[in-house]
């Protein structure tokens, strides 16, 4: 009988709150930015909440759940709404990354509070726990490191074009099917988790030296 550690249960928990979660937030916030900057199309389409079945893509969350990356069910922004349609659209793009970015930074005070709760009280349960904020933490970083990644449909490409000309944008869209098709060939065929885990890592480092301050405080809580 097939049976998993409890480790890889908590893995799959922490990309359940991911998903049901994070992905919410991601798409909330590509929505709440562009409709703040004078687009309304997500509103009309009832994205700004945060009801999860209003972002969940499917296939996109299933790829979450088995790979531990994916993505939500994109929002659709109107870049003629937009008073400047490039910046605009380069900054509702962002906008998800960064809500990624702020569940990591989130996440990353609770392990700490978790992890010194441990260090003072090492039991099984509390292990697990800080364990699966470790998780977290990670996946969120994971999913903003890849979605910046300048290639259609990424968040990443909207960014880039900010930085382009119409030229370049007429090029990058003249091929973008083949652009696509070359990035999930380097995605399965795993080329990019080098480079990908190498940014993985440096943010997750710099979210421990960003949160400092908070270690302190758990070692005085704590009395460690």
Known sequence: ??????ETVLKYGARLMVIFMVIPL?????AWSANKMGDTTPKYQNRLNLNPFRH??????????LCGFGWGRPVQVNPNNFKKPRKGMALSAAAGPIANLIAAYLGMLLYKMLLYAF??????GLFWVTLLFEYFVTINIGLAVFNLIPIPPLDGSSILRYFTSYKVDRKIQQYSFY????????VFSGLLDGPLGWIDDKVFWLM?????????IMKSIFKI
């Open 56 to 65: 969940i893509d499917p296939i996109g969350g299933l790829m979450i759940f």
């Open 26 to 30: 991601h798409e909330f916030a590509h």
């Open 1 to 6: 009988m097939f049976r998993m550690s409890v």
């Open 179 to 186: 652009i696509m098709i070359g990035f999930v060939v380097l």
């Open 119 to 124: 260090l003072k009280n090492q039991t099984e």
């Open 208 to 216: 421990d030296k960003l949160t400092f301050w908070a270690d302190p």
